[in-house]
């Protein structure tokens, strides 16, 4: 198959982070992945891995723990989900994204198993992220990857990525999100994300609410597994934070770091950075990785994420970020009125179905923006603007839609000044589609 063969082929998987009418315990199982990774002659197993999950900042930690690995000399794999525009984006070695041919080479070496053998109907169908997991694996494997850091999906228990054994889990904050699927109660949705900690494993935990924790702890007492929480092992005193990162210092497991700048800007990355220095520094002491204190500056230093507080224009100012739960709005906002104090708020929301619109909406109004403009992104997960509306209704000085996101920039634009300041968010769909947008078109309110 050539690329758009492959991405048809790819595309006719069931895909979950499309449809979201299904039954997370009884359509998603692990049994089915073994058996995909068996045909494939379980490339999985030959990888070193570190797998990443949590609620919110779990990519950007991914992004800056491979970052630091690979400017310490090691030939990295990085998978991500979702992709912000195609599905190259997903996985990446030494910093750079699978080819177009490299992505359709691992597809037909994947169709082809499956042609020639097919997995029991009893297992259910592959699905499209289960599918893309394999793929990652064998073009690791190809590439021969020393150290491979896996981003968690959904979940973790039951999520395609669990099938690893992996050297180390890092776990960020855990909170509402995907409650039709993992449950309403937060300690439900802690224990699908804690899953991903084998027997005898390490944890690498952000900052968690004390009934999180208490959830955490039981299960790696089972475990006999150890944990190193944020806050109480390792933490962070901030010394300074601006458009184009942060300064801090960084103490935990005996070490003392001053002066990290973490390139990724926003204050909430300042955690995401410090679970990946004390990730780092564990693969150091007990996996006997060659890591020095300048790998870990430089590898936080050029660190790139886009989709996260990314600058999508200066003049005038557009900013995109992916929030997409109550938790990820309010590490957004705090960002925003720490870096942007006088700036005249309009925010551009759209979201997908299933989210907890009410913790949104509380976290919305706090905002204090001039203007909220509704839209939808063209995805069929995309929750009616109409539906949104009737939450968000006071939490902004003036609250109106748009039936796509062209229109909605060109509103927001219209009349600014030079104390404006645009925020695309809500859904990482309509971020990619920002993306497109400002890359295709001169930055300015006119070209829209």
């Known amino acids: 198959m050539d690329y758009p063969q492959s991405l048809k082929y790819l595309y006719s998987f069931l895909n979950y982070e499309v449809v979201t ?13 073994a ?18 999950g ?40 030494a910093g750079k994204n699978i080819s177009k041919r490299e992505f359709a080479a691992c597809l037909t070496q994947i169709r082809r198993r499956l042609a020639a053998r097919r997995l029991p109907s009893r297992l259910g ?26 981003e ?27 409650q039709d699927k993992l449950g309403s109660a937060l300690s439900a949705i802690a224990r699908e994300k804690i899953a991903i900690l084998k027997k005898g494993g390490t944890l690498v935990s952000g900052r968690q609410a004390p009934l999180v924790k208490r959830v955490f702890d039981r299960w790696a007492d089972r475990q006999h597994g150890r944990i190193y929480y944020q806050g109480r092992d390792f933490g962070v ?20 770091l001053g002066g990290i700048f973490v390139s990724l800007p926003g204050l909430f990355q300042i955690d995401n950075a410090s679970s990946a220095i004390q990730a780092a520094l564990l693969l150091r002491q007990k996996e006997r990785f060659r890591i020095s204190e300048e790998a870990i500056r430089s590898g936080l230093e050029r660190a790139r994420w886009p989709g996260r507080f990314e600058t999508l224009s200066r003049h005038p100012l557009v900013l995109a970020d992916g929030a997409h739960n109550g938790a990820s709005f309010r590490a957004l906002r705090e960002s925003v009125q720490a870096l942007y104090p006088d700036r005249e708020i309009v925010l551009i929301l759209a979201l997908s179905k ?22 939808e992104a063209k995805t069929p997960r995309a929750c ?38 645009v925020l695309v968010t809500g859904s990482l769909f309509l971020v990619g589609e920002a993306e497109t947008l400002f890359e295709a078109a001169p930055q300015t309110a006119g070209a829209l």
């Open 152 to 178: 968690v999906g959904m979940g973790g228990r039951l999520d395609a990525t669990n099938i690893v054994r992996p050297l180390m889990c890092v776990i960020t904050p855990v909170s509402y999100d995907h």
């Open 54 to 93: 949590g609620t919110k900042g779990k990519g950007s930690t991914a992004c800056l723990l491979e970052s630091v690995l690979r400017q310490a000399g090691y030939r990295t794999g990085l998978y991500v989900s979702p992709h912000l525009r195609e599905p190259l984006e997903r996985i990446s070695v």
């Open 125 to 150: 169908p592959v699905t499209f992220f289960e599918l893309l997991t394999a793929a990652a694996f064998c073009y690791f494997f190809r590439k021969r990857v020393q150290i491979a850091v896996l």
């Open 21 to 33: 009418d299904y039954s997370y315990r009884r359509d998603l199982n692990l049994v089915r992945m």
């Open 384 to 421: 009616p603007s109409e539906v949104i509306l009737k939450r968000v209704r006071g939490a902004a000085e003036r609250v109106e839609s748009a039936p796509e996101l062209k229109e909605a920039l060109q509103r927001a634009l219209e009349n600014g000044t030079k104390k404006g300041l």
């Open 237 to 256: 005193s901030v010394r300074g934070a601006g458009e184009a990162g942060s300064i801090f210092d960084f103490r935990g497991g005996g070490e003392a």
């Open 354 to 375: 299933g989210k907890d619109l009410s913790r949104i909406a509380r976290e919305i109004k706090l905002f204090r923006a001039q203007r909220l403009i509704v839209t």
């Open 35 to 52: 058996a995909l990774l068996k045909m494939l002659g379980h490339p999985e197993q030959k990888l070193r891995c570190v797998l990443v």
